[in-house]
């Protein structure tokens, strides 16, 4: 009897305890700083911004974008106020493809010299924060970098002179696609401190640009092979890149020779033109500069005469795929 009121009793407090109402567990959302609900706003000698992001370095990389982004606009709106008054009443298309191009490579200018101010995480991989930046410290920065790349080049262009024209024109190539979002940092130096004078990089730049122009120029090619079908492929690649192809005296004038050793073949019905092909690339005065080796199979299912043809179509295929300064080893 005692065995069973006790088996009862734990009976009953089970259906007790399952009966019982729970207790939700409620986590209170942190509270968000009032320094995110209402940023400080930037003046004529501080930038501020907020960013989020799923960790903290990304919120900070969200908050530069979002500066820049307020850059752009400015540099939007003093675009188009110049066209306004050059243009008269109107946008042309050119100027607006200017401003859309602008505003999406400020984006791309690299902050280094920012503030961090208040970094939060507001919940579950959410981060938010906020960042200063000096308008005076970052023009300088930036024109620090400029001046810097241009002093780089100068010393290096010393170098060059000794070298042959493709080397030369290679350097001014190069030194141009190095400072190719220099009008994007000008024009943001420009929105930073008004009264810049960016004349002196601009006249720099464009004495790089006049010598990269003077010497395509002045260079020349020649292109001879044994199997004649191969020359205008290689022809046609050179004069897309504005290369002027003519025999010349000038001490600018390269020769192009292409070696090529064609068998004949057949597997499965199908006629083959296997070419191994080596092209060098000589100097006026005979000095090889380059050289390049291809493997080439020229196919056809009619005749080797065919094949041989499918052999200079493929060769066609790959300067247009890989670019003649590739096929011809130069940089170029």
Sequence with gaps: MRKFFYFLMSVILLLTGCGASKQMVVVAPKATPAWYTNPPLSNERELYAIGDGKEKQEAISNALTQLLSTLSVSISSKYSAKSVVREGTYHSSSDATYINETQSEVKKIRVTNYELLQAKKLGFKHYAVLVKVDKEKFFDSLKKDLTQQFALIAAEEKNIKAKNALQQLSFYKHSLAHLSDMQNRLAVMSVLKPD?????????????????????????????????????????????????????????????????????????????????????????????????????????????????????????????????????????
């Design 196 to 332: 810049f004078d960016e004349h002196p990089f601009l006249k720099k730049y464009e004495y790089l640009k006049k010598r990269y122009n003077v010497l395509l120029h002045s260079i020349s090619f020649w292109v001879d092979a044994k199997y004649k079908a191969f020359i205008p492929v290689i022809a046609k690649g050179l004069t897309q890149e504005q290369f002027i192809v003519a025999k010349t005296r000038s001490k600018n004038h390269f020769s192009v020779y292409i070696y090529a050793n064609i068998e004949r073949a057949e597997a499965y019905g199908i006629m083959l033109a296997r070419a191994n092909i080596t092209i060098k690339t000589k100097d006026a005065v005979g000095n090889e500069i380059a050289t390049n080796s291809i493997n080439l199979t020229g196919r056809s299912s009619q005749s080797y005469a065919i094949a041989k043809q499918d052999l200079v179509k493929r060769l066609n295929r790959l300067v247009e795929r890989e670019g003649i300064a590739k096929v011809l080893n130069l940089d170029i």
